[in-house]
């Protein structure tokens, strides 16, 4: 009742929208869908009404949800920089819906524009897995639609009739600290951390090839603001990760680009293609754990700093996805945020890797 389809091309013409639906559809032998969630790469960004109705005239469904994004990608490939459409065709007793009144526990896909992130929105009712339409800038004319048409808000949630659905979360670190309290902290930059100097705590602990770079990384290094009980926050992913924004000798502190309180507990981590691909593992075991089924098809968002650039050329979150379920149909983009369900509430992360795995109720 579900398959996906991508296509490209060389210049961003409707066309390729028709092609990824079509694609889609000829795997299910159906003439027309439902819905369709529909995943368009930048090139369409400032103007993908066109590729809207013609995904709409190929499909013979009003039902168009998705959002543009720096890159787009199915169980059939990924496409980065280049005119692309990815499409996932729900048909049978399955459809997606607009949610307009979710109720708490609702599993909801949640899109957002870079110009619409709305923390009020994010922290609404339902249970939210989804991500930013953007690219690593944080900015651009990236542009979220619902009902075939772009959304003027900017931002859409959906809900998944007829299915069970859990949603999971992949971090991608190595942890270097164990859990510690933020004891002194001046505005964006911690201070010290259980009382030794945050700077002097975090290069002791950085493996010795990142100490013998002739400059820190700091693109790779992360504060991790931990949620709830810090014995188990790590084992069960309840921490957000902030980035580092400088380190400052003179005084032994580090800059962060969120403000951490005193009291707070944090870790330093490391970003590692090793330590990804083995969360991504493990997220997707213990996700379908909470299912308990297997999965029939799945919906993903990752960070544009965690695709294939970040694996070396191939993306081994998705080559993970592919091998535990090498029949499922997904879909996903490369976004620049994550929202997914954390701790009791819905979060707005990054670097990270969101999904929702589902199985149908009928």
């Known amino acids: 009742m579900i398959a996906t389809g991508i296509a490209t091309g060389k210049t961003a013409d409707p066309a ?16 027309h869908a439902n819905s369709v969630l529909l995943f368009l ?35 059939q490939d990924w496409v980065l920089d280049a005119p692309a459409a990815a499409a996932m065709v729900f048909s049978g007793n399955l459809h997606l819906n ?3 009144t ?4 609702d599993t909801l896909l949640a899109l957002t524009a870079p110009n619409a992130i709305n923390h009020h929105w994010i922290k609404s009712p339902g249970q939210r897995f989804g991500g930013v339409a953007g690219d ?16 003027p808000a900017g931002h859409c949630e959906l809900s998944l009739p007829n299915t069970t659905g859990a949603i999971g979360l992949s971090h991608g670190i190595r942890a270097l600290t164990a859990p510690v309290t933020v004891t002194a902290s001046n505005g964006y930059d911690v201070l010290s951390l259980g009382r030794q100097y945050a700077l002097n705590l975090l290069a002791r602990e950085l493996p010795l090839e990142i100490r013998e770079l002739p400059r820190l990384p700091i693109h790779l290094i ?12 790590l084992m069960d992913g309840r921490y957000r990760l902030i980035p580092v924004i400088a380190t400052n000798p003179d005084d032994s502190s580090v800059t962060l680009a969120s403000r951490l309180a005193v009291g707070s507990q944090m870790f330093w981590a490391i970003r590692q ?19 308990a089924h297997t999965p029939q098809f799945a919906i993903v968002t990752s960070s544009s700093g965690r695709g294939p650039s970040f694996y070396g050329g191939v993306d081994k979150d998705i080559a993970v996805i592919q091998n535990n379920y090498p029949a499922m149909p997904f879909i996903g983009f490369y ?4 929202i997914c369900w954390l701790n009791d509430s819905n979060q707005l992360l990054e670097y990270a890797t969101v999904f929702g795995l589902f199985h149908y109720d009928i």
């Open 98 to 100: 607009t949610a307009h």
């Open 222 to 233: 992360m504060a991790a603001e931990i949620y709830g009980d810090p014995d188990t926050a």
């Open 16 to 31: 390729i929208a028709a092609q990824a639906v079509a694609n889609a559809m000829n795997k299910l032998g159906i003439s």
């Open 41 to 75: 790469s930048d090139a369409f960004a400032r103007d993908p009404q066109p590729a809207l109705l013609a995904a709409s005239r190929q499909s013979q469904c009003m039902q168009i949800s998705g959002c543009s994004a720096a890159g787009i990608f199915t169980e």
């Open 273 to 291: 293609p090793l330590a990804a691909e083995r969360s991504m593992r493990v997220a997707l075991d213990r996700t379908e754990q909470i299912l």
């Open 136 to 151: 690593a800038t944080g900015s651009g004319l990236y542009k979220v639609w619902n009902n075939s048409k772009v959304n």
């Open 335 to 338: 976004g620049n945020g994550e």
């Open 102 to 105: 979710p109720k708490a526990d």
